[in-house]
């Protein structure tokens, strides 16, 4: 079956690797003979709601993350559009950023974001940098763990009663305080962690794969399993990193 | 209150610690006498720095900086006594030490980490500074590239006026540093065949440092470096002084190309091979002419140069060979790949992936490298080091099927499995991160074939 992938600013917005993402969702769907896309959506390109399946939105620098917010600006009711109908959405570090209300810089100038997450992220003094365990339950009573690298000023604060991605177990996440790491709003999931993510959290990969394939075709089909190994043992590795090295311990 | 200690005393307890560092092995002992007197008295490096006669010069750059100051070394130490942190000591307590180590030398040649630049400049008050390029580099550690280039351009604001300043041109950010500087010498490629057909993925500066608008590139050479113009606003590559035409490139072995300087023009033969060795070449030229240095004096000392260490290094062990390339970041790694596939691509290949300080913690940079060349001539890969498992995911998920993967996370145990897959007589690819790169050469050197660096860096 086919998927297709929005993949959002690609020459703008790939500073933490993100291609190894792509790659990861291309590979896995490949090997259950599924056919994914990757369409670029980038600045002055026409975005039209309903085409794709999965929006990735990836990590840059400040200077190219401003180059591309106002563009964003502009496809802001299609992808509001296209998330409403059940698109699902991977949105990583800077593109996270995005996708929430606004961002304030440390000079107090404003970047507008596009409010598909309910929250304003404010960048701090000092960057919040270190490996990262995170403990999600994306599926009522299924609880798994995320592990990736965060590297943010920001500090996002989720409104009251917004849903976060996963619980910090090891590391910043959204704020370095609420214990929180981020976003969810039904299939759109935003996040400080790169690594790149999917690599070695394989599990995510699949559940964004089955959310895209229930986008195109209603209803999302079981994916057979995949001999993960060696990203069993990067994910064991880097949870452990986290433990001893992250950047704030509980 | 702390009571002053005299300069000779500070200097004589630092160097004292040196020796029991390299006794106890904790380490070459390269910069334990530096830590020591910048923790005693930060301001004695100034005063060691001025004790140099004929001054010091400094040479930074994301890429190419060890190699660019051992060709320098190789073009001045006919002239000048050096002191030069050859085994890659470049924070400040590296600099520190290798002055004062220098007991008798005449001039300075530092080669200075892009985030401790500022502070060195501040402090040695160089007599002339080379700059050579700024990639996207273990952002954990640096932070993002554009805060690295501001930091650079306030550190030339303030040097002194005498200071002679040679900048890469064919980097947007760095060329844009001749503006602060009249006389500067601006170096770059001009040879559209060898450029690449396209920009590479870890392209870092593709858009106008004045405008934002994306460069036109009439060439790309390495990563972003080229001829780039803005159509939008116009901004382009700077004149250049000092460039590089007619390049061949002769696989494993060498690089020649044409040298045009202010001074006159030669043809060059560099003995190690790949096109980022030019760049390096063009740096090492323009800093030593900015010294003075006569043309032929620059030839025969770019000739002569052979490799840094772990840099492009072969080392005999037993009847086998390891070819050493170290990898720390998209655009260099990019580079030795390239430069190993041109060779010819090997059937085996031993990659090191560590995640200390030094290697960058973040290792997502991995999946920025095109290791994709690789790929269709590779029948084994070990995977090693302390994050084997991610190198081997790169690799899976790049298309290398994972049964042709060993993951091997301790150095010893892959650099044997290596050999042993290597014929004798053949050569074995190495390309390990900084750490795993120091940590492989011990353990060759204790086997009896390489000294240990901070011997035969002297």
């Known amino acids: ?250 | 209150m702390s009571v002053p200690i005299p300069l000779v005393a500070e200097i004589a307890f630092a160097r004292a610690a040196g020796r029991l560092s390299r006794l106890a092995r904790t380490g070459g002992g390269t910069t334990v006498p530096g830590k020591l007197l910048w923790k005693l008295d930060p301001g004695a490096i100034d005063r060691l720095a001025a004790r140099l006669p004929l001054g010091s010069a400094v040479i930074s750059a994301t890429n190419g900086k060890t190699t660019t100051a051992a060709m320098a070394a190789e073009i001045l130490r006919e002239r000048f006594r050096l002191a030069h942190n050859s085994s890659g000591a470049n924070l400040v307590s590296g600099i520190a030490s290798t002055l004062i180590d220098a007991r008798a030398a005449e001039l300075g040649l530092f080669e200075v980490d892009e985030a401790a630049l500022p502070e060195v400049l501040s402090r040695v008050k160089p007599k002339a500074v080379c700059l050579g390029n700024l990639f996207r580099d273990q952002l954990d550690r640096y932070g993002e590239l554009e805060h690295v280039a501001e930091r650079w351009r306030s550190a030339v604001r303030a040097l002194p006026g005498d200071a002679a300043l040679a900048v890469n041109g064919d980097d947007p950010q760095v060329g844009a540093l001749a503006q602060e500087r009249p006389n500067t010498l601006v170096f770059g490629v001009d040879d559209p065949s060898a450029a690449r057909p396209s920009l590479q993925h870890a392209a870092d500066s593709k858009y106008c440092v004045r405008c934002g608008a994306p460069y036109d590139y009439h060439a790309a050479y390495v990563g972003h470096l080229g001829d780039y113009r803005c159509p939008a606003c116009g901004h382009s590559r700077p004149p250049l002084n000092v460039v590089a035409r007619e390049i061949e490139l002769n696989g494993l072995e060498s690089v020649s190309f044409r040298l045009v300087t202010p001074s006159g023009t030669s043809v060059v033969r560099l003995h190690v091979p790949g096109l980022y060795n030019v760049y390096n070449a063009l740096a090492a030229a323009s800093l030593t002419l900015n010294l003075g240095a006569q043309l032929d004096e620059i030839v025969a000392g770019i000739e002569s140069f052979n490799a840094a260490f772990g840099r492009f290094e072969r080392i005999r062990v037993g009847d086998r060979g390891l070819l050493m390339l170290l990898i720390k970041n998209p655009a260099g790694a990019n580079e030795a790949v390239r430069t190993i596939v041109e060779g010819g691509a090997p059937a085996v290949a031993v990659i090191a992936l560590n995640d200390a300080i030094a290697d960058g913690r973040d290792v997502s940079w991995i999946w920025d490298v095109d290791f994709e060349p690789l790929i269709p001539g590779l029948t084994r890969l070990v995977a090693t080091g302390d994050r084997a498992a991610e190198l081997a995911l790169r690799f899976k998920y790049g298309g290398l099927d994972a049964r042709a993967i060993d993951v091997l996370p301790s150095l010893e145990a892959a650099l044997d499995r290596g050999l042993e897959l290597t014929p004798p007589r053949g050569e074995l690819v190495v390309l390990p991160t900084y750490t795993a790169m120091l940590a492989l050469r011990r353990i060759v050197g204790d086997r009896g074939f390489v000294r240990p660096y901070w011997e035969s860096a002297a």
């Open chain 1, 1 to 250: 079956m086919k998927i297709v992938v929005g993949h959002l600013y690609p020459d703008y917005l790939n500073i933490y690797a993100d291609r190894g993402n792509i790659a990861v969702l291309s590979r896995r769907a490949a090997w259950r003979g599924h056919e994914l896309e990757v369409h670029s959506v980038s600045v002055g390109d026409p975005f039209r709601p309903g085409e794709h399946d999965l929006l990735y939105v990836g990590g840059g620098q400040d200077r190219e993350q401003a180059l591309v917010a106002q563009d964003l600006v502009a496809k802001a009711a299609g992808v509001q559009e296209s998330v409403a109908a059940g698109a699902a959405v991977l949105a990583v570090c800077g593109g996270y950023q995005l996708l929430g209300r606004s961002y304030r810089d440390l000079h107090g100038s404003d970047l507008p974001g596009i409010g598909v997450f309910p929250f304003d992220t404010v960048a701090g003094e000092t960057r919040m940098i270190g490996d990262v365990l995170l403990e999600c339950e994306l599926e009522p009573g299924l609880r798994r763990t995320l592990t990736g690298f965060e590297n943010h000023a920001g500090r996002t604060r989720l409104d009251p009663g917004a849903q976060p991605l996963g619980r910090v177990v090891a590391g910043f996440g959204n704020d370095g305080e609420s214990g929180w790491e981020g976003c969810r709003v039904g299939r759109a999931l935003g996040t400080y962690l790169h690594g790149p993510l999917l690599p070695r959290n394989p599990w995510l990969a699949d559940w964004l794969l089955a959310q895209a394939l229930a986008h195109r075709h209603g209803e999302a089909p079981e994916l057979e399993p995949l001999a993960d190994e060696l990203e069993t043992e990067a994910h064991a590795v880097s949870a452990k990193r986290a433990e001893t090295r992250g950047g704030r311990r509980r």
